[in-house]
């Protein structure tokens, strides 16, 4: 069990560390998966001809950095960064987080809101986005719940 929760905590913290790092390389100006600024506004934000600040970026990034250092912390309970008394906003911490990537997760499928998004972004959101924020959620809300 304790392999699992290890494995867990390190994947969903790479993985967010990785998604915090793309959110900085679009912030400074970078266009991949995209081709251009048209092509990259369509595949990953959705609706629109203007991509978020470089601040929006960076303010997502810091944000995601911090997640990523939420599940080892957690599994671990490092003594230098919890005190015993901390555990339990940690933990309201961690049910907040799993809130959004659920939230993320659910919203994306449903036809009200999709309606207003590009097809391609459509597209991306059902197959990689939404899975990826459901499964980042389930993790959240069994660390919070479980351990």
Not at 12 to 17: A, E, Q, R, V, W
Not at 21 to 50: M, S
Not at 77 to 104: C, D, E, K, S, W
Request: glycine letters at 8%; charged letters at 10%.
């Amino acid at each position: 069990m304790e392999l699992t929760y290890f494995s867990l905590s390190i994947t969903t913290s790479l993985l967010l560390f990785s998604l915090s790092l793309i959110h900085i390389y679009w912030g400074l100006g970078g266009l991949w998966p995209g081709k251009n600024k048209q092509e990259l506004i369509d595949l990953v934000f959705g609706k629109g001809n203007q991509f978020p600040s470089a601040f929006s970026c960076f303010f997502v990034a810091v944000f995601l950095i911090l997640f990523s250092i939420l599940p080892i912390v957690w599994i671990y309970r490092v003594p230098f960064l919890i005190h015993p008394q901390m555990t339990n906003g940690i933990r309201y911490i961690m049910y907040f987080v799993a809130i959004v990537f659920t939230l993320r997760g659910v919203l994306g499928y449903l036809p009200f809101v999709t309606k207003h998004w590009k097809p391609i972004f459509v597209y991306y959101t059902k197959r990689i986005y939404n899975p990826l924020c459901l499964f980042l959620g389930l993790v959240f809300w069994g660390m919070a719940f479980f351990t």
